[in-house]
């Protein structure tokens, strides 16, 4: 369930980030290289890096890189918030006439203004949804780690469980090996068990779920 949830919030922001990219990138046709420059080039720059960042989160990643560019997509998202509410402030755009000076000539204020407040509003939602994520993530992981999966946040991310359900097997964990013994010895194991290695094979122990036995697996040398 966690993976399905998380390629709907992220098709949700990289949606959101793509409209927000095809409003900024008019206000930079229309205003720059002179008009409004500072916020114009700094508006193009959170939906670009969001877009990127999906784009490769999205093939593979780890808990501890996702939190990390969450929290940094966050940050981006609050500036570029506070700067268009400080920039088109409480004006109700309905009551604004006249036009607009811009680089290619004029454009109505009132579409101007209407513009803003979308991208206002983009900004303030993705701000809240990239802490959202970073929250549950968070959880997520720390989460898994209680159940015994000590490397949850280097494992792929697709391997953490949503709430009230338990972590995938760690397929893909990146747990240490046990030593290297010589051929046909045993391997000690906790509890006194031991584990006889198979002639041209080694043995991988990974750590058992919810503190139970280890998991050993031969794999040929």
Not at 71 to 86: N, P, R, T, V, Y
Not at 101 to 107: D, E, V, W
Not at 137 to 160: D, F, I, K, N, P
Not at 204 to 215: C, H
Request: aromatic share 16%; proline share 6%.
């Amino acid at each position: 369930m966690f993976v399905n949830l998380r390629r709907i919030g992220y098709l949700f922001a990289f949606m959101l980030s793509a409209a927000a990219l095809g409003l900024t990138a008019n206000f930079a046709r229309l205003f720059l290289p002179h008009i409004d420059r500072d916020f114009t080039v700094f508006a193009l720059i959170p939906p670009s890096i969001t877009i990127f960042a999906f784009l490769w989160i999205m093939q593979f990643s780890q808990p501890i890189v996702e939190v990390t560019i969450h929290f940094l997509l966050s940050i981006l998202w609050l500036i570029m918030g506070a700067w268009s509410a400080d920039t088109i402030g409480s004006v109700q755009c309905y009551t604004v006439q006249g036009q607009l000076t811009t680089a290619r000539g004029s454009i109505s204020a009132q579409s101007y203004c209407y513009q803003m407040k979308a991208i206002e509003a983009l900004s303030w939602t993705l701000f809240v949804s990239f802490i959202i994520f970073f929250i549950i993530l968070v959880t997520l992981a720390s989460r898994a780690v209680v159940y015994g999966r000590y490397y949850a946040w280097r494992e792929h991310v697709s391997q953490l469980g949503w709430f009230g359900e338990l972590p995938g097997y760690p397929t893909e964990a990146i747990y240490p090996r046990a030593p290297m013994y010589g051929y046909g010895q045993p391997y000690p194991m906790m509890g006194g068990y031991h584990v006889q290695q198979m002639p041209g094979h080694s043995v991988v122990v990974q750590p058992g779920i919810n503190g139970g036995q280890p998991m050993v697996t031969h794999v040929p040398a």
